[in-house]
């Protein structure tokens, strides 16, 4: 039984039947940025106690939860300080500090997912090679430090290739695709003062992906299978159910199983994968948290990815997720010149279209590829649901209001 449950729930007895009243539970948020932000509403609409550790005043979950701790991700006295005010430790962004989430983790914090797990992703290499191990599906890789690793990996994989950070990159940062010798000095150039792996390039048919929990009794669900269609390395458009064949379903389900038993975790994770012309999995990467790919979930769900994850990590039932209509989710991204104080003009003719809903962050300040907020458009449809996303977001103009605000 896990710390906040053993804190949390005092027993009476009456004459008819014992009942159960559970306290306040107290979630410590790593992170607070938008997955944050709607854990923390969840939580709320709970009425737990939320308190996030993040390095920027006002961020977008400041303005629903109870505390925040001004303080950079990895600031040992920071995250002692949260595990001291908090029942229970997540996160929404694999940047914490996993040395001393282990030591805490071992001193009875109850972290989840585990900072063993977190520190396992935060490292793609160690990630692969996890993975590998386990006989799970990835496509082939070498850890490349140097210019000479990463000529060797070349020779190995040819052109194009795939040039990937190790440490602190997520949601497709840190990604360089090598295409030719043409960009090969780029490619030097991102290796850098970096530790990276090279992978080999896959032409895939699609991009899906799949949020799957687990509780602390080994309770697991998974909501459903979604196509995912990036942009510049950032997801752009998610669509629910996926396009795929029943087999290709069936397979990822399997691989997500398979993926979460070798993660040990507790939590909520989004296994991204490709699917080949034979239906064949591959993984691309994990994320042990909520995901940007799981958004449609609030609106098109019997429960949201963000719900699952706070009964997940308190060890509550799970629930199978009921996909109640197909749905598309499309991203509001920073414009390529953007790097300024802004407001959203066209957010009423976005709210008059019929199955739409508009979340939005509240960052303060745009910039080139920054997620600022998104819509999801239900519709019986799935190709209906696309246009009528995407005439969304063409609705949605960023105002610079850099002059009104100086």
């Known amino acids: 039984m896990t710390r906040v449950i053993e804190r949390s729930i005092k027993i009476y007895t009456d004459k008819v039947d014992p009942l159960y009243i559970v306290k306040h539970a107290r979630i410590g948020i790593i992170g607070g940025g938008q997955l944050a932000k709607m854990i923390a509403q969840v939580a709320k609409r709970m009425s737990m106690y939320v308190i996030i550790l993040d390095p920027t005043p006002n961020c977008p979950a400041s303005t629903v939860i109870d505390r925040q701790i001004v303080a950079d991700f990895k600031d040992e006295n920071a995250i002692r300080q949260?595990?001291?005010?908090?029942?229970?430790?997540?996160?929404?962004?694999?940047?914490?500090?996993?040395?001393?989430?282990?030591?805490?983790?071992?001193?009875?914090?109850?972290?989840?997912?585990?900072?063993?797990?977190?520190?396992?992703?935060?490292?793609?290499?160690?990630?692969?090679?996890?993975?590998?191990?386990?006989?799970?599906?990835?496509?082939?890789?070498?850890?490349?430090?140097?210019?000479?690793?990463?000529?060797?990996?070349?020779?190995?994989?040819?052109?194009?290739?795939?040039?990937?950070?190790r440490f602190d990159s997520y949601?497709?940062?840190?990604?360089?695709?090598?295409?030719?010798?043409?960009?090969?000095?780029?490619?030097?150039?991102?290796?850098?003062?970096?530790?990276?792996?090279?992978?080999?390039y896959v032409p895939f048919v699609k991009e899906v992906s799949v949020m799957i929990a687990k509780n602390s009794r080994g309770q697991v669900v998974r909501h459903p299978v979604v196509e995912n269609i990036h942009k510049d390395n950032i997801l752009d458009i998610t669509i629910v159910p996926a396009r795929i064949s029943t087999k290709g379903i069936k397979e990822v389900k399997y691989v997500a199983d398979a993926t979460l038993s070798v993660l040990n975790g507790v939590g909520i994770f989004g296994i991204e994968m490709f699917l080949g012309k034979d239906d064949k999995v591959l993984i691309n990467?994990?994320?042990?948290?909520?995901?940007?790919?799981?958004?449609?979930?609030?609106?098109?769900?019997?429960?949201?990815?963000?719900?699952?994850?706070?009964?997940?990590?308190?060890?509550?039932?799970?629930i199978e997720p009921?996909?109640?209509?197909?749905?598309?989710?499309?991203?509001?991204?920073?414009?390529?010149?953007?790097?300024?104080?802004?407001?959203?003009?066209?957010?009423?003719?976005?709210?008059?279209?019929?199955?739409?809903?508009?979340?939005?962050?509240?960052?303060?300040?745009t910039r080139k590829g920054r997620k600022l907020g998104h819509i999801t458009v239900l519709d019986s449809n799935i190709e209906s649901a696309i246009q009528k996303a995407k005439k969304c977001r063409s609705l949605i103009r960023i105002e610079d209001i850099s002059d009104i605000n100086g």
């Open 82 to 165: 949260l595990a001291n005010e908090c029942d229970v430790i997540t996160y929404e962004i694999e940047l914490g500090n996993s040395d001393i989430l282990i030591e805490l983790e071992m001193n009875g914090f109850s972290i989840h997912p585990s900072a063993k797990t977190l520190r396992n992703i935060q490292d793609k290499l160690l990630q692969k090679q996890i993975l590998k191990e386990n006989n799970l599906p990835i496509p082939d890789f070498m850890g490349v430090e140097t210019k000479e690793d990463l000529l060797k990996a070349l020779e190995k994989f040819g052109y194009p290739a795939v040039l990937k950070a």
């Open 171 to 200: 949601d497709g940062r840190g990604n360089f695709v090598i295409e030719s010798k043409e960009n090969l000095d780029e490619a030097i150039k991102f290796l850098k003062n970096k530790k990276c792996l090279m992978e080999e």
């Open 285 to 318: 990467e994990i994320a042990p948290r909520p995901h940007n790919s799981g958004h449609y979930s609030i609106e098109a769900c019997s429960i949201s990815q963000f719900e699952q994850h706070i009964r997940a990590i308190l060890d509550f039932p799970l």
């Open 322 to 365: 009921i996909l109640h209509s197909p749905a598309v989710m499309i991203n509001i991204i920073g414009e390529d010149d953007s790097n300024y104080p802004y407001a959203f003009e066209g957010i009423k003719d976005v709210l008059a279209i019929p199955g739409a809903s508009l979340h939005i962050y509240g960052k303060k300040i």
